[in-house]
């Protein structure tokens, strides 16, 4: 195990994504705009007409995933994660009419109604992502 510690705490970031907003382009366009580099997700839920993710389907050395797409009404009840280096890593659980399913946020992922998602910046990290020879993402100091 690795620990990276910041500073503190900065700006906190609400949105309010309306109908037919993509979540994670979104983030990632107000992370940029705003010039976020580091920071905690506090709070996300909301209502999706399609929902974008990956989750893992074994043990292997390096991850073998699943993609799914599900084009249904669909409720997020939660997103978690970080942001380094400007790069969000979330993961969520959702649930239409019959069931839940959590996995990777991905690209796509599109709001029905509304979406609101609270960020609070972290100051004092200077971390990046990288992949290991497993190909399985790892911090590095920048």
Request: without cysteine.
């Given at each position: 195990m690795r620990t990276f510690i910041g500073e503190g705490l900065g700006r906190v970031v609400v949105l309010n994504l309306q109908r037919d907003e993509k979540v994670l382009e979104s983030i990632r366009g107000q992370l940029a705009e705003l010039g976020i580099k580091n920071a905690i997700i506090t709070s996300a839920i909301g209502s999706l007409?399609?929902?974008?993710?990956?989750?893992?389907?074994?043990f292997e050395k390096s991850p073998v995933d699943e993609f799914v797409t599900l084009e249904n009404p669909i409720e997020l009840a939660s997103l978690q994660g970080v942001v380094?280096?400007?790069?969000?890593?979330?993961?969520?659980?959702?649930?239409?009419?019959?069931?839940?399913?959590?996995?990777?946020?991905?690209?796509?992922?599109?709001?029905?109604?509304?979406a609101e998602i609270s960020l609070v910046e972290i100051k004092g990290l200077a971390l990046k992502r990288v992949k290991d020879e497993n190909n399985i993402a790892v911090f590095e100091e920048k």
């Open positions: 007409k399609k929902a974008v993710f990956h989750r893992v389907t074994g380094i280096d400007g790069e969000p890593h979330f993961h969520m659980v959702i649930s239409d009419l019959g069931t839940t399913y959590t996995g990777h946020l991905e690209e796509e992922t599109t709001v029905v109604y509304l």
